[in-house]
């Protein structure tokens, strides 16, 4: 079975998700906040978890801790992942970002999003590359937006859209990685 690591800087929507389908796979949770919603649900779910705040030699200090692990999540941790972290995953490290890709990469692009006035939007869940935001999609859902929209109902509506397609991309990247034998 494979062994899936969460990282996270926030509450931690995305990883409840995930869990709610992976909950014999996930074995690690990693965060850099150390009050994070995150770290507090996993060990409600009773997930080893590690803090690793900013500062030299993050992403060697991370690795460090990945022995074993098969596949990397990203759900809503706010850093890049540099080297030696990033070249260690090659196409194992996947993240949800609020927007259909390669359309308003970036922070809060639900409020980019409504600034443009656009009529839809949505969310990737992608392969994590060098760049902000830019590696290969892997699954999109749309998300229409109200005339009555703010930043917050937007965002709540983009959430309940990552909660389905997240779980769904991990599926469809598991099978890949185990030659479609799941
Ligand atoms: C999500 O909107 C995700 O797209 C973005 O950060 C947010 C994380 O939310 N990358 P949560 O911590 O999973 O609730």
Known sequence: MAKIAVLGSGTGSNFQA??????DEIVLVISDQ???????????????TALEEGGPRLSARILKRLDGIDLICLA????????????????????????LLPMYP????WEQVLADKAEV?????????????????ILQEKVAILMNDTAKTLHAR???????????AVRLVLKKMTGGAL
Request: charged residues 20%; hydrophobic residues 40%; proline residues 8%.
């Open 34 to 48: 150390p009050g994070a919603g995150i770290l507090e649900k996993a060990k409600a779910a009773g997930i080893p």
């Open 121 to 137: 939007t949505g969310c990737t869940v992608h392969y994590v590359d060098a760049g902000i935001d830019t590696g290969e999609v």
């Open 158 to 168: 983009i959430q309940i859209a990552e909660h389905r397609i997240y779980p769904e």
């Open 106 to 109: 970036g922070k809060a692009a």
């Open 18 to 23: 995930l869990l709610e389908e992976f909950a």
């Open 76 to 99: 809503g941790y706010m850093r890049l992942v540099k080297d030696p972290l990033l070249s260690a995953f090659p196409k194992r490290i996947l993240n949800i970002h609020p927007s």
